[in-house]
């Protein structure tokens, strides 16, 4: 009854720009953190980013000083916005958001399927 949806992947080229969202629908009573991790081809599976509901946030040192992460919470959404892309960077990127639907339920992880973002050397 909560779904998380990403949007935005794609080929971008080395140094350029790429900015990825996801909207998070459903039965929703609260948002509380929500996220970006990535999986890149024969790699764990890494944080990239979280913001709080209040705007904290948190990067991964692997894109800290290249990417930001924002969030318009009357939107459900969060963004991420890439800069200075590398090939490394090129994963599978993952949206997370902690969702209560119920205000008597507990906080439970939601993730998203997934978006491809490629970056070419």
């Known amino acids: 009854q909560v779904q998380l949806v990403e949007s935005g992947g794609g080929l971008v080229q080395a140094g350029g720009s790429q900015i990825v969202s996801c909207t998070t629908s459903?039965?929703?009573?609260?948002?509380?953190?929500m996220g970006w991790y990535r999986q890149a081809p024969g790699k764990q599976r890494e944080l990239v980013a979280t913001?709080?509901?209040?705007?904290?946030?948190n990067y991964g040192e692997a894109v800290k000083g290249r990417f930001t992460i924002s969030r318009d919470n009357a939107k459900n959404t969060v963004y991420l916005q890439m800069n200075n892309v590398k090939p490394e960077d090129t994963a599978v990127y993952y949206c997370?958001?902690?969702?209560?639907?119920?205000?008597?339920?507990?906080?439970?992880?939601?993730w998203g399927q997934g978006t491809q973002v490629t970056v070419s050397s």
């Open positions: 997370n958001a902690q969702v209560l639907r119920k205000s008597f339920e507990s906080w439970r992880d939601y």
């Open positions: 459903g039965i929703i009573f609260s948002i509380n953190a």
């Open positions: 913001i709080s509901k209040v705007g904290v946030t």
